[in-house]
């Protein structure tokens, strides 16, 4: 199983779940569940099998991830 390292920044990868492709931080890791910060909502706490690392480096942007996303979405509609 993926272990996460506080300061990871992990993106919301369960399509059922209401947060579905947003970007937060991991703020602890701890027996199969991650609590991760994501702009906007309350920290949450997900099953590790719901995350995919985005980012290891600590010095990472939201904005920058966030904008990345936007533009891919905007060129397919555009397909």
Same mark, same amino acid.
């Given at each position: 199983?993926?272990?996460?390292?506080?300061?990871?920044?992990?993106?919301? $990868?369960?399509?059922?779940?209401?947060?579905?492709?947003?970007?937060?931080?991991?703020? !602890?890791?701890?027996?199969? #569940? @991650? +609590?991760?910060?994501?702009?906007?909502?309350?920290?949450? $706490?997900?099953?590790?099998?719901?995350?995919?690392?985005?980012?290891?480096?600590?010095? !990472?942007?939201?904005?920058? #991830? @966030? +904008?990345?996303?936007?533009?891919?979405?905007?060129?397919?509609?555009?397909?």
């Amino acid at each position: 199983m993926v272990s996460f390292n506080r300061g990871d920044m992990v993106r919301v $990868c369960n399509r059922n779940l209401r947060t579905y492709r947003q970007i937060g931080r991991v703020v !602890s890791d701890c027996r199969g #569940y @991650v +609590e991760v910060t994501i702009p906007g909502y309350s920290t949450l $706490c997900y099953k590790k099998e719901n995350l995919e690392l985005v980012s290891r480096t600590k010095e !990472s942007n939201y904005a920058d #991830y @966030v +904008e990345h996303d936007v533009k891919i979405i905007a060129d397919v509609e555009q397909m």
